[in-house]
């Protein structure tokens, strides 16, 4: 099940990241989630199963809604590689793609994962080394939204 954030919801998302370093993030990422969770997660979604939060990710509007960006994807590490963050993902797309005005997806990823945004379509159009922290480059993707026939 997929829904919106909650406030509640925090304590477990911080956890949920922390078993996801050092593998997919820095250790000096949880303080900036944390600023996300509190400033700017104005379309963030958890993914539950049996009640348990399993995954999450998020997308913020920019551009005058022009531009969404995707933000924040995590998946526990015992649900990685089951279809859970390609689901999630669409689900965002699709919610972005009800904005008329919307043209453009970006996400900002690592090299650890760019590969997944690939496969869904995103072109790579930028790379910049130890961006998130040391070992962890930027690869920022896009994904052209068609104009509405």
């Known amino acids: 099940m997929i829904r919106p954030y909650e406030t509640k919801d925090r304590e477990s998302l911080v956890a949920l990241l922390q078993l996801n370093i050092p593998e997919f993030f820095d250790a000096s990422e949880v303080e900036d989630f944390v600023v996300y969770l509190e400033q700017d997660a104005q379309n963030y979604f958890v993914l539950e199963e049996a009640g348990r939060i399993i995954g999450s990710g998020g997308y913020n509007w920019f551009d005058g809604g022009a531009t969404a960006r995707i933000s924040w994807d995590i998946i526990h590490p015992d649900f990685q590689g089951k279809g859970l963050g390609k689901t999630l993902t669409i689900f965002r797309i699709n919610e972005i793609k009800k904005n008329p005005v919307v043209r453009l997806v970006v996400v900002r ?24 922290a040391k070992g962890f480059d930027l690869y920022q993707l896009r994904l052209e939204i068609p104009e509405p026939a």
Do not use: A, P, R
């Not at 945004?117 to 930028?126: C, R």
């Open 109 to 132: 990823t690592s090299q650890l994962v760019f590969l997944f945004y690939q496969k869904l379509g995103f072109k790579l159009e930028k790379i910049e080394k130890d961006f998130w």
